[in-house]
């Protein structure tokens, strides 16, 4: 199977045997190559893992979705029925629904219901559609299973989206240069630094129920 993660620290938490783990950092083309590769050595479906912001007020940090399709711009494809079953019987509550993926972090609340009103996606992400794009022109299933990490009300300060590189890992320099230029971004990036941990409990706990 092959996992498609836009982060290292959620590559790392889906990592098992059998499993071939892509981190992308919001740009699924940069693994485009290797993931093709993987298929072609036999992978059996594509799985897009990891964070996500809501769309939809009742949704909370460390919640669970489960996509029944994904969506960009005026495009849509549907996740496969038996893996997304599959999926949510082993995480009791996950909530099922569309998954809108954008080129740039939906960073406040106003756009992240405009985003709702116009799609009636109950999650945003930056990867899901891109690797569920790849899937359909591979012929391989796709599903997507994602856990809140920003909740809907809350503003993500710029400093957040600067510290996301390529490769997934985490632009430490990019976010204290960041933080010098506008101190007044702390509060609000300690209250999102705060709930992508509690996020990163929920991926953990429920990679464990997912199981190989």
């Known amino acids: 199977m092959i996992v498609v993660t836009g982060l290292k620290a959620e590559a790392r938490i889906a990592a098992a045997s059998d499993v071939s783990v892509f981190a992308c950092g919001g740009n699924v083309g940069l693994q485009a190559h290797a993931i093709k590769k993987a298929v072609f050595s036999g992978a059996a479906a594509i799985v897009s893992f990891g964070i996500a912001g809501a769309l939809r ?38 909530e099922l629904g569309a998954i809108a993926t954008v080129a740039d972090p939906a960073l406040h609340p106003r756009n992240k219901r405009r985003l709702h009103l116009d799609t009636g996606a109950i999650a945003v992400d930056m990867e899901s559609f891109q690797a569920a ?34 490769d997934g890992t985490v632009a430490i320099a990019a976010v204290l240069h960041s933080l010098l230029r506008k101190p007044s971004q702390l509060p609000s990036l300690f209250r999102v630094s705060s709930d992508a941990m509690i996020a990163f409990r929920a991926l953990f706990r429920g990679r464990r129920a997912l199981g190989p």
Request: no cysteine; proline share 8%.
């Open 57 to 94: 007020s009742h949704l909370t940090t460390g919640d669970w979705v489960v996509a029944t399709g994904v969506m960009s711009g005026d495009r849509s494809i549907e996740t496969d029925i038996e893996w997304s079953s599959r999926l949510a019987q082993r995480l009791p509550g996950a």
């Open 133 to 166: 794009a790849l899937a359909e022109e591979l012929g391989v299933p796709f599903a997507a299973v994602r856990v809140i990490a920003d909740p809907m009300h809350r503003e993500i300060p710029p400093a957040a989206r600067l510290g996301l590189r390529p």
